[in-house]
């Protein structure tokens, strides 16, 4: 099963009710294309991870890379996930969580973001320390 993790920024502040809008639309579309995964959105950043068939996930980063809300500025791929992190989530409701974990979301965040304002590379480490990231959020967040 393929993996993504990805940072963009929002060209305009979300309003709930646009965040609620769109994780109820990503819900419909991903979970009918067997994608699950985690949506969290502040101070105009978003941070996103799907997991699902390798098809899909490439489908649907290509539609996010293009989408014209927000700005993509990093991406990382994990292709060897054998369970899923969000196995009951179609897009978990940002909402639900946005307070919740940040610290955590926090640091993904700027950690892909300076290693893209630098032009520096992510090493395998660095990309599974994130994905572990995850893994704890994951945890958190069904708990």
Avoid: C
């Avoid at 060209?11 to 294309?33: D, G, M, P, Y």
């Avoid at 068939?53 to 991406?75: G, S, V």
Wanted: charged letters at 25%; glycine letters at 2%; hydrophobic letters at 40%.
């Amino acid at each position: 099963m393929k993996t993504v993790l990805y940072i963009s920024e929002a060209l305009h502040t979300f309003t709930a009710q646009e965040l609620k809008e769109l994780s109820f639309s990503s819900t419909l579309k991903n979970k009918a294309k067997g994608i699950s995964g985690y949506l969290y959105y502040k101070d105009k950043h978003f941070l996103q991870y799907v997991e699902g068939d390798e098809q899909y996930i490439n489908e649907l980063i290509n539609t996010i890379k293009t989408d014209p809300r927000h700005r993509f500025i990093m991406a990382i791929e994990e292709n060897s996930l054998d369970d899923r992190r969000f196995p009951d989530w179609g897009m978990k409701s940002i909402a639900e969580v946005m307070f919740n974990n940040s610290v955590v979301e926090t640091t993904i965040i700027k950690t892909l973001t300076l290693f893209k304002e630098n032009n520096l590379t992510l090493s395998a480490s660095s990309k599974s320390q994130l994905f572990r990231l995850m893994d704890e959020l994951s945890v958190s967040v069904q708990a």
